[in-house]
């Protein structure tokens, strides 16, 4: 990795445990720390990152906690386990 890289890497794990808060009482929320690199996180990260509505609800969010599988009826189950959540009740897309 060079220092660029290094320096992203780092800036962006500065954000693990920040909220943001916007107008009306929304929010975002980051989780972000390093792992070992193993074939469901390859890029050695454990990373949440989610809104939230006024009364806390998550609305959305992107992270890695699980795999996904895709959309069919012989989908496979990836090994990588980065997704989203529509929803809070979305069980997540790949």
Not at 8 to 25: N, V
Not at 64 to 87: L, Q, S, Y
Request: hydrophobic share 30%.
């Amino acid at each position: 990795m060079d220092q660029g890289q290094e320096h992203t890497l780092e800036f962006l794990l500065a954000f693990d445990g920040r909220r943001h808060w916007y107008e009306q009482g929304y929010s975002t929320r980051f989780e972000i720390r390093r792992v070992p690199p193993a074939p469901s996180r390859p890029h050695g990260l454990v990373y949440s990152l989610t809104l939230h509505g006024p009364d806390g609800e998550r609305i959305m969010g992107f992270d890695n906690a699980h795999a996904v599988a895709r959309p069919g009826r012989n989908a496979k189950r990836p090994t990588e386990a980065d997704h989203w959540h529509r929803t809070g009740t979305d069980p997540g897309r790949p």
